[in-house]
């Protein structure tokens, strides 16, 4: 299993060092581990149903006076208009975290990904969603894509859409509720950007 079991002197990736080729190849290394899989499948756990991903976002939401309703409505329309086509038969183990803090460049120049406590089954595009809008130009996908060992084609760039509305929409909920402010916008101002690429 490709994770950190020992304690290791390194530092953790830059945000710009995140484009870079070997985050690329170590992530689609992971993602087409069927060892790391079928580690998992014994454990145990279920493969994140996108279906069941959204009544738990309307869960979440339910109830909340706080948020923007209509921004919400907006984000909750274009995942239920598009659940279907984000059905894939393609799972994986997927980190659930890309933050560059969880990459560590080790003393002995291997890079690692550390920290999986929500690492879950499921659609590869729940991981590069996160990467690629927090640290790839766009421009630049298509090239990221190869290096991981996939074109970007249509359905590929929905669900890695769909799947950012949904992170997004959960992070500005959750931080809103703790009362981080900041968070809470920063989740927001990338709905907004949603929603005037995608009703525009």
Not at 1 to 5: K, R
Not at 36 to 60: A, C, E, T, Y
């Given at each position: 299993?490709?994770?950190?079991?020992k304690w290791l002197e390194g530092r953790v990736?830059?945000?710009?060092?995140?484009?870079?080729?070997?985050?690329?190849?170590?992530?689609?290394?992971?993602?087409?581990?069927?060892?790391?899989?079928?580690?998992?499948?014994?454990?145990?756990?279920?493969?994140?149903?996108?279906?069941?991903?959204?009544?738990?976002?309307?869960?979440?939401?339910?109830?909340?006076?706080?948020?923007?309703?209509?921004?919400?409505?907006?984000?909750?329309?274009?995942?239920?208009?598009?659940?279907?086509?984000?059905?894939?038969?393609?799972?994986?183990?997927?980190?659930?975290?890309?933050?560059?803090?969880?990459?560590?460049?080790?003393?002995?120049?291997?890079?690692?990904?550390?920290?999986?406590?929500?690492?879950?089954?499921?659609?590869?595009?729940?991981?590069?969603?996160?990467?690629?809008?927090?640290?790839?130009?766009?421009?630049?996908?298509?090239?990221?894509?190869?290096?991981?060992?996939?074109?970007?084609?249509?359905?590929?760039?929905?669900?890695?859409?769909?799947?950012?509305?949904?992170?997004?929409?959960?992070?500005?909920?959750?931080?809103?509720?703790?009362?981080?402010?900041?968070?809470?916008?920063?989740?927001?101002?990338?709905?907004?950007?949603?929603?005037?690429?995608?009703?525009?």
């Open positions: 299993m490709i994770t950190a079991q990736l830059t945000k710009d060092e995140m484009k870079e080729d070997q985050v690329a190849k170590l992530l689609s290394k992971i993602h087409h581990s069927s060892e790391i899989l079928h580690l998992f499948m014994r454990m145990g756990k279920q493969p994140l149903d996108p279906s069941k991903l959204l009544v738990r976002l309307i869960n979440q939401y339910r109830g909340n006076q706080h948020v923007d309703q209509a921004l919400i409505a907006h984000a909750l329309e274009f995942l239920h208009k598009h659940l279907d086509q984000v059905r894939t038969q393609e799972m994986v183990v997927c980190h659930s975290d890309i933050n560059h803090e969880n990459w560590l460049l080790g003393e002995d120049d291997h890079l690692y990904l550390i920290d999986w406590d929500q690492a879950v089954i499921a659609d590869p595009a729940l991981d590069l969603c996160m990467l690629l809008y927090q640290y790839v130009p766009r421009e630049k996908w298509s090239d990221w894509l190869k290096v991981y060992g996939v074109q970007l084609d249509d359905n590929l760039y929905l669900r890695i859409q769909w799947y950012m509305i949904a992170s997004a929409l959960s992070y500005y909920i959750w931080y809103l509720e703790k009362g981080n402010m900041e968070y809470s916008n920063k989740w927001k101002e990338r709905l907004m950007q949603h929603k005037m690429v995608i009703y525009s």
